[in-house]
């Protein structure tokens, strides 16, 4: 066990493994539960405009996606409601999710590390604004949705950033989320040299 890490944060198993994807990072497995964990963190410069680049080259796409996440986020909620969702993306990046819920008529507000992606959702019409560390402005019970594409994986204490989370989410509100799967067949079959999948900003990964 390596003193720079601490018990599995899941089961609290003590024999964590190096997990080390070569001259990109280092995660540590738990074998008891399969939790990938403790990457380091970097630094927010690693979210500037180039992060976001291919995001914008396909954010029609994008949109469509969203707008599939979002119908069937709008089948769990509650159809007695008279005023429309109100909605937060965290990650939001270039608004794909906010203009989604644009053209469905929610309102929708989103927040993001990157000043650059936030710079770009103001550009499109959106509301958006930038956020510093786990602590998220807004008051409890503040949304009927909270959604998040791919961003559990990044946080410091993921522990602390669901408890984050679901403050803000109103009672009978919903949390929707996505982020990789370690379980699937290629990342198994081809483990650490699997880089595309190993990002470095990653500090967890997850199995399902």
């Known amino acids: 066990m390596n003193n720079n890490v601490g018990p599995c944060q899941l089961c609290n198993r003590d ?14 497995l738990c074998h008891e539960c399969e939790l990938y964990q403790y990457g380091k963190i970097v630094d927010e410069d ?7 680049s291919g995001y914008e ?26 005023q ?26 989103g927040v993001d590390v990157s000043q650059d992606a936030v710079d770009f959702c103001i550009e499109e019409g959106l509301n958006a604004q930038k ?3 786990l602590k998220l402005p807004f008051a409890d019970n503040s949304f009927d949705i909270v959604c998040n594409w791919h961003v559990v994986e990044h946080v410091e204490d993921v522990r602390e950033t669901l408890a984050e989370w679901n403050r803000v989410i109103k009672p009978g ?34 199995t399902f």
């Open 15 to 28: 024999d964590l493994e190096k997990f080390e994807i070569a001259n990109s990072s280092v995660l540590w």
């Open 84 to 109: 429309p969702p109100r909605l937060l993306d965290v990650g939001c990046s270039v608004g794909a999710t906010l203009e989604a819920a644009k053209q469905f008529g929610w309102e929708g507000l």
């Open 173 to 206: 509100g919903l949390l929707v989320m996505e982020t990789p799967d370690a379980a699937s067949p290629k990342v198994r079959k081809l483990g650490p040299s699997y880089r595309k999948f190993w990002a470095p900003e990653h500090t967890y990964t997850f």
């Open 131 to 133: 956020v510093d560390g």
């Open 57 to 82: 080259r396909h954010r029609k796409q994008k949109i469509r996606t969203a707008s599939i996440r979002l119908n069937r986020a709008a089948a769990l909620m509650d159809q007695s409601a008279t």
């Open 46 to 52: 690693a979210y500037a405009a180039e992060y976001h």
